[in-house]
């Protein structure tokens, strides 16, 4: 179901993320759980198919990378895919979680949710569930989805995780197919009884290069940022904008415009994170012990079948160049933002081969740096 993990922002299942204290605190872990997939989205980072996939880690090896992920701090583990209910053994992965300490939360597509793993989910200590709605009628979540009952899935599934008190939120891809329903999608998520609704941008990696048509522009980027900043006091969700680090600048100008200051009283979490936490707050296992930035910027950056997580998470060179934003290239390097921003990397390297280049959506144009 990927991208439905969810990996920028503060702490984008709820909670309170944990860390060690230091600049570099650890606050989101993605574990790809398996790649494999009963769905088959036209956006899938993964281009997930629906089999079994060689050298996944298996529930030693988990258990293993949930100590050593424990030694770094007490972030939050997002068990994404693929399908993490395709893993016969994520219940015993998440219950160990959550006895080390860890906050354990799940990103299934909804599909494969029954009365029975709903129950298992809460019992082994899953906080919040995210489940991706794409559109707000079948035929559109279908479509994107590659798959014929998808959204009739998703909703059963969503009254499943509700009849065990399940919290759960709804991730949103934007692309030009489903730009105009999201008003309508964010509605739908409020009458579902969501706690919450994250809207992702599409990044053109996995299956998503091939609907790089449906990227919406940079224009329309910033036109939905701010319509997502208007619904703040709208409704009663908690929102959240990822893989939209710009959302960060927005909601500081328009702060600006407003004559406020942005305080965690004022805007909450958004005040207290930066846009892009890649490689600084967050990072992404695959299936097979590799380390990335995230799942969408495919650059190694270590290998936990090699080395202990901390270990990659404290030395890896890719992650120590993106901690120093002033490495940060073309516009993205003189942006009086680019603490709070940073841009997109995995846009960056699509679309320039360098993660360090200037973020490609971006309409703002920052003041030349004084010589």
Known sequence: ????????????????????????????????????????????RAA????????????????????????????????TGGEPLLREDIFDIAAYGTKIGLRMVMAPNGTLITADNARKMKESGIKRISISLDGSTEEGHDNFRGVKGAFKGALQGIEHAKS???????????????????????????SLGA???????????????????????????????????????????????????????????????????????????????????AGTGFCFISHTGEVQTCGFLDVLCGDITKNTFKEVWENSEVFNKLREFDNLD???????????????RARAFEATGDYLAEEPLCTYQPPAKKS
């Open 1 to 44: 179901m990927n991208p439905d993990h969810p990996h920028g922002g503060a702490h984008p299942h709820g909670g309170h993320p944990g860390g060690n204290g230091s600049k570099n605190a650890i606050r989101l872990v993605a574990w790809e759980t398996t790649r494999r997939c009963n769905l088959s989205c036209i956006h899938c």
């Open 48 to 79: 997930a198919e629906d089999h079994a996939y060689d050298n996944e880690l298996n529930t030693k090896a988990a258990f293993t990378l949930m100590d050593q992920i424990r030694e770094t701090g007490r972030p939050i583990i997002i068990l």
């Open 164 to 190: 065990v008190g399940l919290e759960f939120q709804i991730n949103t891809t934007i692309t030009k197919t489903n730009l105009k329903e999201i008003p309508k999608i964010l509605s739908l998520a409020e």
């Open 195 to 277: 706690v919450a609704h994250h809207i992702f941008l599409l990044v053109p990696t996995g299956r998503g290069k091939y609907i790089v048509d449906q990227e919406i522009d940079a224009r329309e980027y910033e036109k939905t940022l701010n319509w997502f900043y208007d619904q703040r006091d709208k409704t009663p969700l908690q929102l959240k904008a990822t893989c939209a680090p710009h959302y960060y600048r927005i909601l500081r100008q328009r702060a600006k415009e407003e004559g406020k200051k942005v305080t965690f009283e004022s805007h909450g979490l958004d005040a207290v994170t930066r846009g892009c936490l």
């Open 330 to 344: 073309g516009k993205c390097g003189i942006c009086e933002y680019r603490k709070v921003c940073g841009g997109c």
